[in-house]
């Protein structure tokens, strides 16, 4: 839905009259782009939000996230947001700058820029991607309380902000358990991006998976700093490794590259060696691929693309959840294991499934937090 002054502009452009782009005040001046994300068309041009223009689908509603600084292209939590709104776009005939878009954050000081460029873009529904974007949300959304804003793995109690959270723990108990089970050292690892309640959702949830399995098990645990640090992630990575840990399991966004990158030069320099990676948020096998070997043993999925997809049909059709708090589990198949790779096993695989079921029937009460894990690991 285009205010007049964008229609005005649109029809001075067409006579002629001004020849200067319409959306090109960027506030932050950052890099607003899609260069490398698989889901679009290869187009690294300005993302010109302020143009917007839904004509030619079938519905005015549109929708924007705004990317925390891991990217778009990170392979991983802000790549799924996209797809999910790329997959609402194409169900409704849309197209990017054409009823969808994002803004990238090159920093955390391009947050509030990004959700103020897209506000005042007059984009229907704004997604705030990660919960390093909460306090951005909060702010914006309180002076303007009549637009709707989303924030993904983190809660604004606003009347205007749905917040959408996912048992991330879950998920990471379950590719804990396919750890334990495919170690061959009894020897594992965690990459955190920056210390967090979400991200220790992640270790607390692996590290309780894989001491279900053999409580003995030796595991190392090491954040970051940042989501946004893959030359920190190889290293630790290599350290980890060179301690004889076969397999690594990241929860780190773009970080995480980095443990990629390491896996996979060992592999390279060593075919015959057992060593893993564990993804996170979508399913990144084509990350581990080398040749005709991939070291992505599995990865722990939550579908942040079909859970924005669901809120995008949600609010367009006039049915917005404001003030609440969505959260995806592993009954709704919200988070979930991939099992791409043949080294899932089916031994593995059926270890897996009845974890998976305990904890669907409440058998299991898997824990999120480090005091939960310990009384957890106090009842094996």
């Excluded at 399995?213 to 030796?218: F, H, L, Q, T």
């Excluded at 669901?310 to 003030?323: D, Q, T």
């Excluded at 695989?349 to 409440?362: A, D, L, M, P, R």
């Amino acid at each position: 839905m285009m205010k007049k002054r964008f229609i005005l502009l649109a029809l001075l452009i067409a006579m002629g009259m001004i020849i200067a782009a319409c959306g090109g005040g960027n506030d932050n001046g950052g890099d607003n782009n899609t260069s490398g994300n698989e889901g679009n068309s290869g187009d690294n041009t300005e993302n010109n939000a302020a143009g917007n223009d839904s004509e030619g689908g079938d519905t005015d509603f549109t929708v924007a996230m705004v990317t925390d600084v891991g990217g778009v292209d990170d392979k991983s939590f802000n790549q799924s947001a996209w797809e999910g709104i790329q997959a609402w776009g194409e169900e409704h005939g849309l197209s990017k700058g054409e009823g969808y878009d994002y803004a990238q954050s090159n920093t955390d000081a391009d947050y509030i820029p990004n959700l103020q460029q897209l506000t005042r873009a007059d984009y229907d529904l704004i997604y705030g991607i990660g919960f390093k974007l909460e306090n951005g949300i909060e702010e914006i959304a309180k002076q303007n309380p009549d637009k709707h804003y989303g924030i993904v793995d983190s809660v604004v109690d606003q009347p205007n902000v749905v917040s959408i959270g996912f048992a991330d723990n879950e998920s990471s108990f379950l590719v804990g358990v396919a750890a334990a089970m495919k170690t061959n050292t009894d020897k594992i690892g965690f990459i955190g991006g920056t210390e967090s309640d979400i991200i220790e959702a992640f270790e607390v949830g692996f590290r309780a998976g894989a001491k279900s399995v053999n409580p003995d098990i030796d595991i190392s645990v090491q954040y970051a700093g940042g989501f946004d640090k893959a030359d920190e992630g190889k290293l630790i990575a290599s350290s980890m490794y060179n301690e004889d840990r076969d397999i690594i399991f990241h929860a780190a966004g773009g970080t995480g590259n980095g443990l990629f990158n390491q896996a996979k030069d060992l592999k390279k320099n060593d075919p015959e060696r057992e060593i893993w990676a564990i993804g996170v948020d979508r399913d990144q096998h084509e990350e581990g691929q080398i040749g005709d070997d991939n070291i992505t043993l599995t990865s722990a999925v939550k579908r942040v693309d079909n859970a924005v997809q669901e809120v995008s049909n949600m609010a367009m059709e006039g049915n917005f959840p404001g003030g609440e708090m969505l959260r995806f589990d592993l009954s709704d198949e919200g988070v979930g294991y991939t099992t791409t790779n043949e080294a899932m096993t089916d031994e593995i695989v059926e270890k897996v499934e009845e974890w998976k079921e305990k904890i669907t029937s409440g058998e299991v009460e898997v824990p999120s937090k480090y005091d939960g894990l310990e009384e957890y690991l106090g009842s094996l």
